[in-house]
């Protein structure tokens, strides 16, 4: 291969995926292709990777765990990337996988084979949304790294062409599997903090370092920050709060108002590290130092959501979670829990102490294997749920609504920022089913 492509370069060479008309963009999968074999003739299920970096990579690690699955293609622009990956297979005794590295759009030949059931898709985000649609339209089932698109028309695109290709979608959202939130989930489930009224969510996390590379040059992550305004990472935060609320099963999300505050963080950093007069210092970056956004549900629920990975601060600090209810509150800080019956007055209690009550039945099965992924055991489950909703035709647990709805927080954050903080309207990716499903 010659020269490696800028992220930017792929970025560029990628979004023709979705510059289609609305009509026709989710035209999707002959029906050959959508009654493609789920497995080949053993029972196995067949991966593609698209992007082995060091995120793809660990996916790569985990699936290479499960049994009845096997990766028969690898695609990434990176050769070492590649060559990494490509051993990562043949050492555990499986035949070589098919390699595409020949440019950004050398994907769409990974998805093009016969031999790929499911993509797993970990390249830099803003590429998630156009190799997703064009996966689903070659009739591979994809499982997305987060956030799973970056624009209104990305999202509406996930959804109409997995409507018209009938794939299974699921986004990779671990935060919604750590081990406490799965218990409040659990909780609410069943009746502990009756109606809810308010949640809060944030991701406050110091990471100026990875937006720039060795020289000064931007990652796609700085590339995001110079370009773009408002919450630019929304779906770790928002995950486990939407699932507790019910958000496209029992309610949506109506509005959104953001503000944010002006950029100092970033460039400031740029010029302690790299010095005042190198290039880096000189970018001007477009988002702010802390995006935060209230969000207005259906059912008169309000959430409050912040992003900030730029301001200068301590790890680990890095999600944050709390739930009002009638009958119960929630504080992930100490990871507190007050319920009303229950509790001594004005009383926290630690969440634990109800854990034998309310642990959620994965983590009671799971719980050794689990405990040694990363995020708190989180990276254990989401692929093992994609591999189970293809197997018995069941709904993602994550899905394209889910997917379309946390993502959207990140263009609709920055239409909120430049109305001069005015309330946008947020659209209902379910086109009103959310009222007939269940939670």
């Given at each position: 291969?010659?020269a490696i492509?800028t992220?930017?370069?792929m970025?560029?060479a990628t979004?023709a995926?979705l510059?289609?008309?609305a009509?026709?963009?989710a035209?999707?999968?002959s029906e050959k292709?959508?009654?493609s074999?789920e497995t080949d003739?053993s029972g196995?299920?067949?991966?593609?990777?698209?992007?082995?970096?060091?995120?793809g990579?660990y996916?790569l690690r985990?699936?290479?765990?499960?049994p009845n699955v096997r990766?028969?293609?690898?695609?990434?622009?990176?050769?070492?990337?590649?060559n990494?990956a490509?051993?990562?297979?043949?050492?555990?005794?499986?035949p070589?996988?098919?390699?595409f590295?020949?440019g950004?759009?050398?994907?769409?030949?990974?998805?093009?084979?016969?031999i790929?059931d499911?993509?797993v898709i970990?390249?830099p985000?803003?590429?998630?949304a156009?190799?997703?649609?064009?996966?689903?339209?070659?009739?591979?089932?994809?499982?997305?790294?987060?956030a799973?698109?970056?624009?209104l028309?990305d999202?509406?695109?996930?959804?109409e062409?997995?409507?018209?290709?009938?794939?299974t979608?699921?986004?990779?959202?671990n935060?919604?599997?750590?081990?406490?939130?799965m218990q409040?989930?659990?909780?609410?489930?069943?009746g502990?903090?009756g109606?809810?009224?308010?949640?809060?969510?944030?991701?406050?996390?110091?990471?100026?370092?990875?937006?720039?590379?060795?020289?000064?040059?931007l990652?796609w992550?700085g590339e995001?920050?110079?370009?773009?305004?408002?919450?630019?990472?929304?779906?770790?935060q928002?995950?486990p709060v939407a699932?507790?609320?019910g958000?496209?099963r029992?309610?949506?999300?109506v509005?959104l108002?953001?503000?944010?505050?002006?950029?100092?963080a970033?460039?400031r950093y740029a010029a302690?590290r790299f010095?005042?007069?190198?290039?880096?210092?000189?970018?001007?970056?477009?988002?702010g130092?802390s995006?935060?956004?209230l969000?207005?549900?259906a059912?008169?629920?309000?959430?409050?959501?912040r992003y900030?990975?730029l301001?200068a601060r301590?790890?680990p600090?890095?999600?944050?979670?709390?739930?009002?209810g009638a009958?119960?509150?929630?504080d992930?800080?100490g990871?507190?829990?007050w319920?009303e019956g229950?509790s001594?007055e004005?009383?926290?209690?630690?969440l634990?102490k109800?854990?034998?009550?309310?642990d959620?039945?994965?983590?009671r099965e799971?719980?050794?294997?689990?405990a040694?992924?990363?995020?708190?055991?989180?990276d254990?489950f989401p692929?093992?749920e994609?591999?189970h909703a293809?197997?018995?035709?069941?709904?993602?647990?994550?899905?394209v609504y889910?997917?379309?709805t946390?993502?959207a927080?990140?263009?609709l954050t920055?239409?909120?920022?430049?109305a001069k903080?005015?309330?946008v309207?947020?659209?209902?990716?379910?086109?009103?089913?959310?009222?007939n499903?269940?939670?």
């Open positions: 291969m010659g492509l992220r930017r370069e970025v560029c979004a995926a510059t289609v008309p009509a026709s963009r035209a999707g999968a292709s959508k009654q074999a003739a196995v299920l067949r991966f593609g990777f698209i992007g082995v970096g060091g995120r990579t996916l985990l699936l290479l765990q499960i990766v028969t293609a690898v695609c990434d622009i990176n050769e070492a990337n590649l990494r490509l051993k990562m297979a043949t050492d555990k005794g499986e070589r996988p098919a390699a590295s020949k950004p759009t050398d994907y769409r030949r990974l998805c093009a084979l016969d790929v499911a993509v970990a390249t985000v803003p590429l998630h156009p190799m997703a649609v064009e996966a689903m339209r070659a009739g591979k089932h994809v499982f997305s790294e987060v799973a698109a970056t624009t028309d999202c509406w695109a996930l959804v062409t997995k409507e018209k290709t009938g794939r979608y699921m986004m990779a959202e935060m919604c599997y750590m081990r406490p939130n409040i989930l659990t909780m609410v489930q069943r502990v903090f109606e809810c009224t308010y949640a809060e969510c944030g991701y406050v996390h110091d990471c100026r370092n990875i937006k720039f590379n060795a020289d000064g040059t990652t992550r995001m920050a110079r370009d773009m305004i408002g919450n630019l990472y929304p779906t770790h928002f995950g699932q507790w609320l958000i496209n029992t309610d949506r999300l509005s108002v953001a503000m944010t505050t002006r950029q100092m970033l460039e302690n010095g005042k007069d190198h290039p880096a210092a000189k970018i001007k970056f477009a988002v130092d995006t935060s956004a969000i207005q549900t059912n008169g629920v309000v959430i409050d959501i900030d990975t301001s301590p790890h600090t890095t999600n944050y979670y709390a739930l009002q009958s119960a509150s929630y992930s800080d990871q507190k829990i319920i229950r001594k004005n009383t926290w209690e630690t634990d109800y854990a034998e009550e309310f959620h039945p994965m983590w799971y719980e050794s294997d689990a040694k992924t990363q995020h708190g055991g989180g254990f692929l093992r994609f591999i293809i197997r018995t035709g069941a709904r993602a647990p994550v899905d889910d997917a379309a946390w993502s927080i990140m263009p920055a239409a909120s920022i430049q903080n005015q309330p309207e947020v659209p209902d990716f379910t086109r009103g089913q959310w009222k499903w269940k939670a």
